[in-house]
């Protein structure tokens, strides 16, 4: 096993087996940032291995100013907010033009069943899933990152590129807007 | 502090993701990335491709009008030639048959 030094030599210089290694170790990770923020298993897989093809084509600008998990997660927050967005713009189309874009009715309207959720809490969780998906892009993310992916506020924040006061807000602020969603649907 | 705010329905929904394991890679991650590595570095060579393609059917052009050229010049330079022998035999009367 490689040291993260090592990898990042390996990583420099096209070696495969470093480039193996950095999926094998750091591919749940992403794989689990993206598809916590995006609630799409397949949009999911897709940003997680942009992120890889992201990594492989610039480590060499890679300054090691941060740890490269620390890294990955900026790359993967930034492919997740690109998808996002792409997903709204496609939406925004296809509430113009339905009928020339079909098949593209995704994400606000499904339930996402996060696979690591146990059977008695799927109901709850896709209740909150789909409050989260309604909060302000950077809302979403900060709350989606320290609540369900369980980063620390100062891991969030590196991978926000914000200060640590900042995401407290956010975060602060996500919960009371998911309160107010979640209000209706206690009542019913 | 914004981490002490009060929202007891937003804690008792996330109370359902308390023990929330993570998502396994989807299987073949690797294979799939590396295959759609080598497909998109695929691009860069077609890139490449319509130029080099475009420049061998310029040449060919070029060295088929050069050859065309060059055949055309060729009976010309031949009739031309031809003339001058001709001129030259009936000058010096290089045809006549007739024995002496």
């Known amino acids: 096993v490689l040291s993260e030094q090592e990898l990042i030599i ?32 397949g949009e999911a897989e897709d940003a997680a291995q942009e992120v890889f093809i992201k990594v492989y ?7 090691q100013d941060a740890a490269l998990g620390t890294w990955l997660y900026q790359i993967a927050v930034r492919k997740a907010i690109d998808k996002l967005r792409r997903r709204k713009t496609r939406q ?28 008695d809490n799927k109901e709850k969780a896709a209740r909150l899933f789909k409050a989260i998906n309604g909060l302000p892009e950077k809302q979403r993310i900060a709350f989606t990152l320290i609540k369900v992916q369980g980063l620390s506020y100062e891991e969030a924040a590196a991978a926000m590129q914000q200060g640590i006061k900042a995401i407290e807000s956010l975060v602060g602020r996500a919960r009371q807007n998911l309160q107010q969603q979640l209000q209706p649907l206690k009542n019913r | 502090m914004q981490r002490n705010v009060h929202t007891p329905l937003t804690d008792e929904y996330l109370q359902a993701l308390g023990d929330i394991r993570p998502a396994e890679l989807p299987p073949f991650f ?71």
């Not at chain 2, 080099?52 to 030639?81: E, H, I, S």
Request: charged share 20%.
């Open chain 1, 57 to 63: 084509e610039s480590i060499g600008g890679f300054r």
């Open chain 2, 30 to 100: 690797l294979t799939r990335l590396q295959a759609r590595m080598a497909r998109e570095r695929l691009p860069a060579r077609w890139r490449w491709q319509p130029a080099l393609a475009l420049g061998a059917l310029a040449l060919a052009l070029v060295l088929n009008t050069v050859a065309l050229l060059q055949q055309q010049r060729q009976p010309q330079k031949a009739t031309q030639q031809g003339g001058a022998f001709e001129n030259f035999a009936s000058d010096f009367d290089l045809y006549s048959t007739s024995n002496y």
């Open chain 1, 92 to 119: 925004r189309l296809q509430a113009i033009l339905p009928r020339w874009m079909p098949g593209s009715a995704k994400a606000e309207n499904t339930v996402f069943d996060h696979p690591g959720i146990q059977l």
């Open chain 1, 10 to 41: 390996g990583l420099k210089e096209r070696n495969e087996e470093a480039f193996r290694q950095l999926v094998e170790g750091h591919g749940s990770r992403v794989y689990n940032t993206v598809l916590n923020i995006l609630q799409d298993p």
